[in-house]
């Protein structure tokens, strides 16, 4: 992740609510954010949670994509500590619902990702390497990857298991 989009997401992280309110205003284009019916059932964390979401995915796309509803209430669930089970169609933006979350913890935090196909797994972790987070799909390729391992050296921890 570069410097520039590695600041702007800490100051997203860290804004408080009218600050995120104010910079979603001015941010967002208003033919891109979810009306304003969607958030009226937010408590004000949550609200900010999904301001967060739309920052943090503007900022991440180079101030093209905002998050869909969809998108906004899984990520907005994840991040409030509960389950979500997102059922849409292949290319509706599933893989968002992994990255926001990615995109609004600290640095250095892991996140795993279950994904039953390696097909699945590669354009995932292509998907979030262009949102400037380090990914590695772990399979049983893996340890017949020696580039990963020069990479990945934490990766020989598992070894050990």
């Keep these: 992740m570069d410097s520039e ?8 992280r860290d804004s408080s609510l009218d600050a995120l309110k104010l910079s979603y205003e001015m941010s967002i284009p208003t033919e891109l954010a979810p009306p304003a ?3 009226k059932s937010y408590t004000d964390e949550k609200l900010a949670i999904g301001l967060r979401a739309c920052l943090a995915l503007w900022a991440a796309s180079g101030k093209k994509m905002v998050p869909l509803e969809f998108q906004l209430t899984a990520t907005i ?6 389950d979500s089970l997102v059922d849409v169609g292949t290319g509706y933006g599933k893989t968002l619902c992994m990255i926001l979350p990615c995109l609004l913890d600290s640095p250095g935090t892991i996140s795993i990702v279950v994904s039953p196909l390696k097909r699945l ?12 987070i380090k990914t590695v799909a772990i399979n049983e390729d893996t340890p017949n990857d020696p580039e990963l391992w020069k ?3 934490w990766m020989t921890l598992f070894d050990r298991f």
């Design 37 to 39: 019916s969607f958030w």
């Design 5 to 12: 989009l590695s600041s702007i997401l800490t100051n997203v």
């Design 77 to 82: 669930a994840l991040m409030s500590g509960q």
């Design 151 to 153: 990479v990945w050296p």
């Design 121 to 132: 797994q590669v354009v995932q972790v292509l998907e979030f390497e262009r949102y400037g």
